[in-house]
C-alpha cells in the first residue's frame, strides 16, 4: 500500500512539473517587430511549428482563399501559393507564370477547427527570414529604401467633411506595396489643377478633391492632437479624385491625379491603381499591421 502511494505522489509531481514546463513553450511570434496575434495557439508537430494561414499570409498583405480542400495564397507581389489539405507538397506560380513545386517536412492540416500550415515554409516563401529561439519566432523582411532613407511605417490620412482619422500601417511587405502601386500609377506630369482642396467644392466646372495623403516614414511619426498636425514623412503623396459629373476633363488630365508633396508636382494617376490600393488598405484595416493613431470625424 505504501508502495502504491509513493507511485501515486510520484506522479502527482510529474504532473505538477510538467504544466509549468508546457507552459514555458508558449509562443510567441513577430513579423518585422509587431507582435501577431491568433485565435488559436501555435502548435508544434515533428519539430515544426504550425499557425492559421492567415496569421502570417494576410499581415504580410496576401490574400487566403479556401478553394477545393486547398490553402491558396496570393502574395501582394503576385506569386500565388497553394497548399493541398494533408498534403506535404505545394506549389507556386510566380509573377512570370513559371510554376515551382516545394515538399514540405509536415502536411497542411487541421487543429481546432483551423487550418494551420507550417510557419516557416509559409514566410520563407513570401520572401521573410525566420529565426526560432526559446519559444520565440522573429520574422524579418528586407525593407524599402527610398532616396537612402529606410521606411519603417506608413500613414493614410483620411478626410471627412468635419475631422478625419490617421492611420499606421507597418510591415516591410505592405509597406512596399503601397510605395508600389503609388509608382506603378503614376502617369503624366501635369500643372496643378486650377480647382483642388480637402472640402468638397462643386461650383468649379473641374475640382479635384483630396482622397488622402500616403507618408513614409524613417523617423518616428509625430502627432498634435490639438493642432490636427502630423509630421511630414520622407516620401509624401496625395491622392486626387475629380468630382467632374459629366463631360470630358481638361485635356491631358485624368480622373484621378498623384500630388508628389516633397517635389511639388503633379501626375496623372491610373484608377485601376487607385482600386488596388484602396482594396489593399481596407484589407489590412484589421490586421495587426494596422493601428489607429488619430481620429477626430464628426
Keep these: 500500500m505504501k508502495k502504491f502511494l509513493l507511485t501515486i505522489s510520484a506522479a502527482f509531481m510529474m ?9 514555458a513553450q508558449k509562443i510567441s511570434i ?12 501555435p502548435v508544434v508537430v515533428k519539430g515544426r511549428t504550425l499557425v492559421p494561414a492567415r496569421v502570417i499570409a494576410e499581415n ?20 500565388v501559393i497553394t497548399l493541398p489539405m494533408r498534403s506535404r507538397i505545394a506549389t507556386a506560380v510566380n509573377p512570370d507564370k513559371s510554376v515551382s513545386e516545394y515538399e514540405m517536412d509536415v502536411p497542411v492540416q487541421t487543429r481546432n477547427d483551423r487550418t494551420v500550415v507550417p510557419l516557416r515554409f509559409i514566410a520563407e516563401a513570401m520572401g521573410a527570414d525566420v529565426d526560432y529561439k526559446d519559444g520565440k519566432v522573429i520574422i ?10 529606410t521606411i519603417a511605417s506608413v500613414t493614410y490620412t483620411y478626410y471627412m ?15 512596399y506595396q503601397f510605395y508600389h502601386l503609388l509608382q506603378a500609377g503614376k ?3 501635369v500643372a496643378a489643377p486650377a480647382y483642388y482642396g480637402r472640402h468638397v467644392n462643386l461650383d468649379p ?6 482622397q488622402g495623403n500616403y507618408r513614409f516614414y524613417a ?18 503623396y496625395a491622392l486626387y479624385s475629380s468630382l467632374t459629373t459629366g463631360g470630358s476633363l481638361p485635356e491631358g488630365y485624368s480622373k484621378m491625379l498623384l500630388h508628389d508633396e516633397d517635389a511639388d508636382q503633379w501626375y496623372t494617376f491610373d484608377t485601376d491603381c487607385f482600386e488596388q490600393m484602396e482594396n489593399f488598405r481596407l484589407q489590412l484595416w484589421l490586421t495587426d499591421m494596422r493601428k489607429e493613431i488619430f481620429n477626430n470625424i464628426v
Design 15 to 23: 504532473v505538477a512539473f510538467a504544466v509549468p514546463c508546457y507552459a
Design 30 to 41: 513577430t513579423l518585422d517587430g509587431v507582435p501577431l496575434s491568433t485565435d488559436v495557439a
Design 60 to 79: 504580410m498583405g496576401a490574400a487566403v482563399d479556401w478553394q477545393d480542400n486547398k490553402v491558396v495564397i496570393s502574395t501582394a507581389t503576385g506569386e
Design 140 to 149: 524579418t523582411t528586407n525593407p524599402l529604401v527610398v532616396n537612402s532613407k
Design 161 to 175: 467633411t468635419m475631422g478625419g482619422s490617421i492611420s499606421e500601417f507597418k510591415g516591410n511587405a505592405n509597406i
Design 187 to 189: 502617369g503624366d506630369p
Design 205 to 210: 466646372e473641374y475640382f479635384y478633391y483630396l
Design 219 to 236: 523617423e518616428p511619426i509625430v502627432i498634435n492632437e490639438a493642432e490636427n498636425y502630423i509630421s511630414e514623412g520622407a516620401v509624401n
